[in-house]
C-alpha cells in the first residue's frame, strides 16, 4: 500500500487553469483506490468536508478552500472488443482527456475526435457532460465507477443512471458531492465515422473528405483560433452555460432590433450563444485590471494576474448588463470554490 502524503496550506494556484491564487487547508494527490480510502479516513477523522479536484481546468477558486482537497491522479487505460466493430475502453480519472483523445485515434479507436483539446482530465468529463462541436460525452459513455465519500464503497453508474443533459448530470444533482469517480468506460468504434453537421466544423472541413484524423486536426485548428491556450492565458474555457429562451423571450430578446443567433430545441425553446449576447453588450476584448473578456471569444473570462473575487465581480457585471439589454439570466458554468 503506497503511504499517502498530505499537506497542509497548499498553494492551488498551479493546480487551477484560472491560476487564481489560493489555499487548501489540506490537500494530497490519490494515485490508487487505497489512497482514497486513506484520504477519505484522514477526513473522516478530523471532521473535514472533502473538495475533489481533477485537471482544475473547470473551477473557479475565489478564496482558500477549508477541508481536504483530494487531486485524482489514477492513471491507466484498458480496452475489450465488443460487438459491431466496437470496442470497449476504460480510463483511469486522472488521465488527461486530450492526450485519451489522441492515444484513440492512434488506436484506431474512433468518435472522441471532435472532443479534441478539451481541457480536463477524464474523472471529470461526466460531471459536466462536456461537448463540443456536435458531440458530447454521453453520445459514447458507457459506465463509471465512484467511490462513495461516506462510505468509501465503490460503485458503478451506467450512462441512463448519470442522467445527462446539456452540460449536466446527477453529479451536479442529486449526486452532487456525494461521490469521487475514479473510471470512466467509453463505447468507441473501430470504423472510422464523421459527425460534421456543426456549422463551424462543416465550413473548415469544406469538401475534403473528413477522416477522424483530419476532423481531429480541424477542431483543434479551430478552438486554438478562439480560445485562449491556459498555459499562456489562464482561463476555464466557456465562463457561462447558452441560455434557453421560450419564443416570447426571443421576442423580448430582439425587441431591440438586433437578430440573434438561435438553435431550435426539441422541446419548442432556442438555445442563444451567450457569446453573442456578451458580445452585443460590448464585453469582448475588454479588461477589468487584471481580468478579462478574451478577445477572440466572448464567452471565455481570462485571469491576467487577478483573483477570484475581481473575475467574480467581471461575471456580475456582463450577467447584469446581458439581463438589462436582452431580459435574459446568464448561469456561470465553471464550479465555484471558496466563496
Ligand atoms: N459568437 C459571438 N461572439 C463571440 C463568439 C461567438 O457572437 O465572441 C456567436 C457566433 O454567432 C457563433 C456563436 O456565438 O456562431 C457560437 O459560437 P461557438 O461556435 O464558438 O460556440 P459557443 O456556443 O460559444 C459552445 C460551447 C464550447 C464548445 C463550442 C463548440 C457552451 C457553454 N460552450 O460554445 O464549450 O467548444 O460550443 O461546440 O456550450 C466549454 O464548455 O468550456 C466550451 C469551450
Redesign the pocket.
Given at each position: 500500500m503506497k503511504i499517502l502524503e498530505i499537506k497542509q496550506n497548499a498553494s492551488l494556484q498551479g493546480l487551477n487553469s484560472l491560476a487564481l491564487p489560493a489555499y487548501a487547508e489540506y490537500f494530497c494527490s490519490v494515485t490508487d483506490i487505497s489512497q482514497i480510502q486513506q484520504a477519505l479516513a484522514f477526513a473522516a477523522d478530523k471532521d473535514l468536508p472533502i473538495t475533489p479536484m481533477g485537471g482544475g481546468s473547470?473551477m473557479v477558486i475565489a478564496g482558500d478552500i477549508q477541508g481536504l482537497v483530494l487531486h485524482l491522479d489514477l492513471k491507466g487505460i484498458s480496452s475489450k472488443p465488443v460487438a459491431d466493430n466496437q470496442v470497449e475502453v476504460t480510463f483511469a480519472a486522472g488521465e488527461n482527456w486530450h492526450e485519451m483523445v489522441q492515444y484513440c485515434l492512434q488506436n484506431g479507436w474512433y468518435g472522441l475526435e471532435?472532443l479534441s483539446l478539451?481541457?480536463g482530465n477524464m474523472g471529470a468529463a461526466p460531471i459536466?457532460n462536456?461537448?463540443?462541436?456536435?458531440v458530447e460525452l454521453c453520445d459514447l459513455f458507457v459506465s463509471l465507477q465512484a467511490v462513495e465519500i461516506s462510505t468509501g464503497e465503490l460503485i458503478e453508474l451506467d450512462n441512463k443512471q448519470c442522467d445527462f443533459g446539456?452540460?449536466d448530470s446527477i453529479f451536479k444533482q442529486a449526486f452532487k458531492d456525494r461521490f469521487l469517480i475514479t473510471h470512466v468506460c467509453l463505447r468507441l468504434s473501430t470504423q472510422p465515422m464523421a459527425q460534421i453537421q456543426?456549422?463551424?466544423?462543416a465550413d473548415a472541413v469544406g469538401d475534403r473528405t473528413p477522416t477522424p484524423e483530419l476532423i481531429s486536426e480541424t477542431v483543434c485548428r479551430?478552438?486554438q483560433q478562439?480560445?485562449p491556450d491556459p498555459g499562456t492565458l489562464p482561463n476555464?474555457?466557456?465562463?457561462?452555460?447558452?441560455p434557453l429562451v421560450t419564443e416570447s423571450g426571443l421576442d423580448r430578446l430582439e425587441s431591440n432590433g438586433s437578430q440573434?443567433?438561435r438553435y431550435p430545441q426539441a422541446d419548442g425553446t432556442y438555445?442563444i450563444?451567450?457569446?453573442?449576447?456578451?458580445?452585443?453588450c460590448g464585453f469582448?476584448g475588454q479588461r477589468r485590471g487584471e481580468v478579462g473578456v478574451?478577445e477572440?471569444?466572448?464567452?471565455?473570462l481570462v485571469n491576467y494576474g487577478g483573483t477570484g473575487a475581481q473575475l467574480l465581480a467581471l461575471a456580475s457585471e456582463i450577467q447584469d448588463a446581458v439581463s438589462a439589454k436582452f431580459g435574459v439570466a446568464l448561469e456561470i458554468?465553471?464550479r465555484l470554490y471558496g466563496v
Open positions: 473547470n471532435n478539451i481541457p459536466q462536456i461537448g463540443a462541436y456536435g446539456y452540460r456543426y456549422p463551424a466544423l479551430i478552438r478562439k480560445l476555464a474555457g466557456s465562463f457561462f452555460k447558452n440573434s443567433p438555445k450563444p451567450a457569446a453573442w449576447l456578451i458580445d452585443q469582448r478574451h477572440h471569444q466572448a464567452l471565455v458554468e465553471p
